[in-house]
């Protein structure tokens, strides 16, 4: 059993440090505000992010938080 709880710790260091990595990739959100500040119309690449490198990262940051979370319950249950 200290074998399988060694390799999950393990795993969700691996977690923690993608998670880590993959938010400071992320563009802050304040360039959107300043853009409805100033009534810029909506473009076909902000239609679109979601297809792009960048809903790719948003996607990533998603899934690696919620194994954050669930290996995060699992290690704190008492083996």
Same mark, same amino acid.
């Given at each position: 059993?200290?074998?399988?709880? #060694?390799?999950?710790?393990?795993? /969700?260091?691996?977690?923690?440090?993608?998670?880590?990595?993959?938010?400071?990739?992320?563009?802050?959100? +304040? +360039?959107?505000? *300043?853009?409805?500040? %100033?009534? #810029? +119309?909506? $473009? /076909?690449? +902000?239609?679109?992010?979601?297809? $792009?490198?960048?809903?790719?990262?948003?996607? $990533? %940051?998603?899934?690696?938080?919620?194994?954050?979370?669930?290996? *995060?319950?699992?290690?704190?249950?008492?083996?």
């Amino acid at each position: 059993m200290e074998v399988l709880r #060694a390799i999950v710790t393990i795993i /969700y260091i691996g977690i923690c440090v993608a998670l880590t990595i993959i938010v400071l990739k992320q563009d802050g959100k +304040s +360039s959107g505000l *300043s853009g409805a500040l %100033t009534g #810029a +119309s909506e $473009s /076909y690449w +902000s239609k679109n992010k979601g297809r $792009s490198a960048e809903g790719l990262v948003v996607r $990533s %940051t998603k899934v690696l938080a919620t194994l954050f979370v669930i290996i *995060s319950v699992i290690l704190n249950l008492n083996w």
